[in-house]
């Protein structure tokens, strides 16, 4: 009965100092779509990601364009072709409907030029933006610094522990000077890339949140 007695006394003192330590921790997060629509080089990179996208977008349409264009001859003159002529028409929609997907593909695909080009123009300034919490984040001794824009799951964050405006000055940037007002669109096929670094501990969602956060 006394080992019983000193084996639940030393569980519990187990469990007081785990509770202690877990409490010691120091948590912060950041909002990264606040911070990055501070960032002049990422209005710059998203202006030129949006330019490349509309120029292949334009590109692609066209080239389904010109395809209607043959399908509608084609169902036009059907009648008055041989079977040798039809076969050689019909290939030649084929061809050119792989053609337009296959660019299509290599322009927006996962692996396409767009998300190459994101990845180009983009990783730099999220890995500017991690150093600069890396550095906040060893000097504050903080155990965990979570993205509230990446972290869909955190349904409450108290405004005391977010340290954006930290990260923005630590950059030299000035907090509440918001460049990009726009909202950009969700990223889809078309637009791959989410952010680079999404889920690997860098920031990298694209949407500015509203100024004003606390330090």
């Known amino acids: 009965m006394k080992s019983n007695s000193i084996v639940k006394f030393i569980f519990s003192l187990a469990i007081i100092f785990a509770a202690q330590a877990v409490s010691a921790q120091k948590f912060a997060y950041v909002d990264s779509k606040y911070i990055l629509s501070h960032m002049p080089e990422y209005v710059a990179a998203q202006k030129q990601i949006n330019e490349?996208?509309?120029?292949?977008q334009a590109q692609v349409e066209q080239k389904y364009a010109a395809i209607e264009q043959l399908e509608k001859a084609f169902q036009a003159e059907r009648i008055l072709l041989t079977e040798d002529m039809k076969k050689k028409r019909e290939a030649d929609i084929a061809e050119r409907r792989e053609d337009a997907r296959q660019f299509q593909k290599s322009k927006f695909g996962v692996e396409g030029d767009l998300?190459?080009?994101?990845?180009?123009?983009?990783?730099?300034i999220q890995e500017?933006?991690?150093?600069?919490?890396?550095?906040?984040?060893?000097?504050?001794?903080?155990?965990?610094?979570?993205?509230?824009?990446n972290h869909s799951n955190?349904?409450?964050?108290?405004?005391?522990?977010?340290?954006?405006?930290k990260v923005l000055k630590k950059m030299g940037l000035k907090p509440g000077e918001v460049l990009d007002k726009g909202s950009d669109e969700?990223?889809?096929?078309?637009?791959?890339?989410?952010k680079p670094g999404t889920g690997t501990g860098r920031p990298g969602n694209d949407?500015?949140?509203?100024?004003?956060?606390?330090?």
Do not use: C
Request: no cysteine; charged share 30%; net charge negative.
């Open 186 to 194: 969700e990223d889809s096929e078309e637009k791959p890339g989410a």
């Open 115 to 124: 998300f190459k080009k994101r990845e180009e123009l983009v990783a730099p």
């Open 154 to 165: 955190l349904l409450y964050t108290n405004p005391k522990h977010d340290i954006s405006d």
């Open 52 to 56: 490349l996208s509309s120029e292949w």
């Open 128 to 149: 500017q933006i991690f150093q600069a919490i890396e550095d906040i984040a060893a000097q504050s001794q903080y155990m965990v610094v979570f993205d509230k824009a």
């Open 207 to 215: 949407r500015p949140s509203s100024p004003g956060k606390g330090n």
